[in-house]
T-cell receptor, first 116, second 115 residues
Framework: DADVTQTPRNRITKTGKRIMLECSQTKGHDRMYWYRQDPGLGLRLIYYSFDVKDINKGEISDGYSVSRQAQAKFSLSLESAIPNQTALYFC???????????????FGAGSRLTVL | AQSVSQHNHHVILSEAASLELGCNYSYGGTVNLFWYVQYPGQHLQLLLKYFSGDPLVKGIKGFEAEFIKSKFSFNLRKPSVQWSDTAEYFCAVNARSGGYQKVTFGIGTKLQVIP
């Protein structure tokens, strides 16, 4: 089984619909992240969470919300999807702390979202 | 705020050619530096990293990168590329921002290796 699992892997939806992307991890990491990948723009951070009670906005949080249901689960929601949210979304984790490797990201396989 | 610049957005090389992908970052404090690779249809995975010590770091599959602090650079190199190196390569910087350690990515460089 993958260390970081994302569901769904692919989703096509219509403008205005609510969408939830889910992420679960078996790494035991405290820190979880949602990134969005667009061609020519690289990866941009949407939200990040350093523990269950600590959630922070990233560079491009407008139009998105998140929920950290447990240490292992971090979901991303689009309350009312719009076409420019069409992208590849990645969940990632890091162990955190001060040791070397604390900030090495482990990525999920990605969720490709198309908003028509 | 920290930022990462990757100079080459699309590189096409023949097999056995040498590779160097440029990466510069803007941040004045202590940084950790990474190169991640994304093979076609796959997720990102770590290629190599620099935390401290020897500025020349070696990663998987024969890749290496050199941290030059005075130039704020962390260029990726490989002496002889293979077709299987076709992928997108992302430089990333981890630094403290607003009290937290955060990772910022460059826009990526697509490498196409022609057999």
């Amino acid at each position: 089984d993958a260390d970081v699992t994302q569901t769904p892997r692919n989703r096509i939806t219509k403008t205005g619909k609510r969408i939830m992307l889910e992420c679960s991890q078996t790494k035991g990491h405290d820190r979880m992240y949602w990134y969005r990948q667009d061609p020519g723009l690289g990866l941009r951070l949407i939200y990040y969470s350093f523990d269950v009670k600590d959630i922070n906005k990233g560079e491009i949080s407008d139009g998105y919300s998140v929920s950290r249901q447990a240490q292992a689960k971090f979901s991303l929601s689009l309350e009312s999807a719009i076409p420019n949210q069409t992208a590849l979304y990645f969940c990632a984790t890091t162990p955190g702390g001060g040791a070397p490797g604390a900030n090495v990201l482990t990525f999920g396989a990605g969720s490709r979202l198309t908003v028509l | 705020a920290q930022s990462v610049s990757q100079h080459n957005h699309h590189v096409i090389l023949s097999e056995a050619a040498s590779l160097e992908l440029g990466c510069n970052y803007s941040y004045g404090g202590t940084v950790n530096l990474f190169w991640y690779v994304q093979y076609p249809g796959q997720h990102l995975q770590l290629l190599l990293k620099y935390f401290s010590g020897d500025p020349l770091v070696k990663g998987i599959k024969g890749f290496e990168a050199e941290f030059i602090k005075s130039k704020f650079s962390f260029n990726l190199r490989k002496p002889s590329v293979q077709w299987s190196d076709t992928a997108e390569y992302f430089c990333a910087v981890n630094a403290r921002s607003g009290g937290y350690q955060k990772v910022t990515f460059g826009i990526g460089t697509k490498l196409q290796v022609i057999p």
